[in-house]
């Protein structure tokens, strides 16, 4: 049973504009998000988290957002740029459990 | 720079011959995990390593097994590969688990073709 879901597996978004990328999950006892971004042939790699006790967090053009009670997380990528094209994978923890959603490649028009 | 390491990045293996995957870490971190990943899917837990404690994931097949020699070197060993084995190969770690303590740093992966 997939304890995290990425359910939209494709978005394109023009240069500029804002990505935003969706993740729901359905045990209450995570208590730490993250989302990866993973280019074709590399590993991921850690680009932002948000404890369980926030529900927003913002580094630079990527900005979290938690909705405890709707189970759902939300990465927002503004302004989007070319080299933000990847797949992006958000994953969930809660004491030694540790899941990956399935992943949403990001496509960035110039 | 402190770094999580694969090696090597691309191995062919004839079906049923044994392989060993490598993994260092320059960050010292207590937990090393392996993942298994194939086209489209999310990464799936094989085990892990807090320290030198080996947890395997219930699922994980009997065909693959795992070495911790030491704090900075993590080995995957495949038994007897099968096609469906075919696959990327990541490596991560991570200072420990719970909260921030999840964070996990990943390798660039290997990819394993099964002929």
């Known amino acids: ?110 | 720079d402190a770094m999580v390491i694969q090696n090597p990045r691309y191995q062919v293996t004839q079906f049923g011959k044994p392989v060993t995957l490598s993994c260092s870490q320059t960050l010292n971190h207590n937990v090393m995990y392996w993942y298994q990943q194939k086209s489209s899917q999310a990464p799936k837990l094989l085990f892990h390593y807090y320290d030198k404690d080996f947890n395997n994931e219930a699922d994980t097949p009997d065909n693959f097994q795992s070495r911790r020699p030491n704090t900075s070197f993590c080995f995957l060993d495949i038994r007897s590969p099968g096609l469906g084995d075919a696959a990327m190969y990541l490596c991560a770690t991570s200072r420990g688990s719970g909260g921030a303590y999840n964070e996990q740093f990943f390798g660039p992966g290997t990819r394993l073709t099964v002929l």
């Open chain 1, 1 to 110: 049973d997939q304890q995290v879901k990425q359910n939209s597996p494709s978005l394109s978004v023009q240069e500029g504009r804002i990505s935003i990328l969706n993740c729901d999950y359905t045990n209450s006892m995570f208590d730490y998000f993250l989302w990866y971004k993973k280019y074709p042939a590399e590993g991921p790699t850690f680009l932002i988290s948000i404890s369980s006790i926030k529900d927003k967090n913002e580094d630079g053009r990527f900005t979290v957002f938690l909705n405890k009670s709707a189970k759902h997380l939300s990465l927002h990528i503004v302004p989007s740029q070319p080299g933000d094209s990847a797949v992006y994978f958000c994953a969930a923890s809660g004491g030694n459990q540790f899941y990956f959603g399935t992943g949403t490649s990001l496509t960035v028009i110039p």
